[in-house]
């Protein structure tokens, strides 16, 4: 496994995955139902509906109180260290972390 700082890629913040599984899900349709079996009409529809539906629940649930991210803390910015979870695996995985 790469050290941290052998990294190629730059940590990402859940706003910047999010862009990015956007722009590879529409590359998805285009080349595998616009092209793949060729239904250009339909390939629009699941962008334009589909793929922003999904794009629209998934930035409402960052939205809300009850996400954490701090690029600071473990690997990939979570999950929130002073949380008062009843989830006894979570402060199990925060220590072992």
């Given amino acids: ?9 730059p940590p990402r913040t859940p706003p ?10 529409k590359e998805w349709v285009n080349a595998q139902i616009a092209t793949g079996i060729n239904r ?12 922003a539906r999904l794009e629209d629940k998934m930035t409402a649930a960052y939205a809300k109180d009850c996400h954490f991210f701090d690029p600071t803390v473990l690997p990939h910015g979570g999950p ?3 949380s008062n979870s009843k989830y ?5 995985w925060v ?3």
């Fill in 1 to 9: 496994m790469a050290q941290d700082d052998e990294r190629k890629v």
């Fill in 16 to 25: 910047q995955r999010l862009n990015t599984l956007h722009r590879f899900a």
């Fill in 40 to 51: 250009p009409s339909r390939a629009a529809n699941m962008i334009a509906s589909g793929i």
């Fill in 95 to 97: 220590k072992l972390g």
């Fill in 80 to 82: 929130n260290p002073n």
């Fill in 88 to 92: 006894f695996w979570v402060e199990i």
